[in-house]
């Protein structure tokens, strides 16, 4: 089965770090960009990463900047993010998204997310 | 912040024809392509529509996506219970150099 699935979250003071991972199976991991989405409680989708195929090229939403990495293992199929000097603006669902690059950009496969609460 | 700006809501009755507009810039929708997310209530976000108005496989034909200029907009016909959702409009921002969302719409079934 195609699926993407997130792990990691959790309850971090503000000022912690936090690792995210993204476990894919059911298609060739290498052959795609992935992304991070975000998603605070009741409101809208956010970008917050990707990351090329070899982990060459990366982007990042300014918000992040700094304090968020994104990475990949092709040998384990995993994605990740870390998460460092979290905010309570940062408190969201993440979920890990395939991106296809065909002629354009989209998100063609979703995890179901984590969530990520930062508070003390 | 969203750059894409959407009606907050929409509505209509079963078997009508909705529509949810989309609206950017030049640097977004005016040079790149827009897809369609649809979030269903406690789900993770769907594929809809992508390259501005292609369907993934499994997608049914009562949904449509146009774009002209720096707008875009989906289409729902035949509106279905099913259908109530949020919908989000995204598109690659040049100037951003990142992706960008739609404020969301949600949809609900009169």
């Known amino acids: 089965e195609v699926q993407l699935v997130e792990s990691g979250g959790g309850l971090v003071q503000p000022g912690g770090s936090l690792r995210l991972s993204c476990a894919a199976s059911?298609?060739?991991?290498?052959?795609?960009?992935m992304s991070w989405v975000r998603q605070a409680p009741g409101k809208g989708l956010e970008w917050v990463a990707n990351?090329?195929?070899?982990?060459?090229?990366?982007y990042y939403v300014d918000s992040v900047k700094g304090r968020f990495t994104i990475s990949r293992d092709n040998a384990k199929n995993s994605l990740y993010l870390q998460m460092n000097s979290l905010r309570a603006e940062d408190t969201a669902v993440y979920y890990c998204?395939?991106?296809?690059?065909?002629?354009?950009?989209?998100?063609?496969?979703w995890g179901r997310g984590t969530l990520v609460t930062v508070s003390s | 912040q969203s750059v894409l700006t959407q009606p907050p809501s929409a509505s209509g009755t079963p078997g009508q024809r909705v529509t949810i507009s989309c609206s950017g810039s030049?640097?977004?929708?005016?040079?790149?392509?827009v897809n369609w997310y649809q979030q269903l209530p406690g789900t993770a976000p769907k594929l809809l529509i992508y390259?501005?108005?292609q369907r993934p496989s499994g997608v049914p034909d009562r949904f449509s996506g146009s774009k002209s200029g720096t707008s875009a907009s989906l289409a729902i016909s035949g509106l279905q219970s099913e259908d109530e959702a949020d919908y989000y409009c995204?598109?690659?921002?040049?100037?951003?150099?990142?992706?960008?969302f739609g404020t969301g719409t949600k949809v609900t079934v009169l």
């Open positions: 390259n501005n108005n």
């Open positions: 059911g298609f060739i991991f290498s052959s795609y960009w």
């Open positions: 995204a598109a690659w921002d040049d100037r951003l150099n990142g992706h960008v």
């Open positions: 990351i090329k195929q070899d982990g060459s090229d990366k």
């Open positions: 998204a395939r991106l296809t690059t065909m002629i354009t950009w989209y998100f063609d496969l």
């Open positions: 030049s640097s977004n929708i005016g040079s790149n392509t």
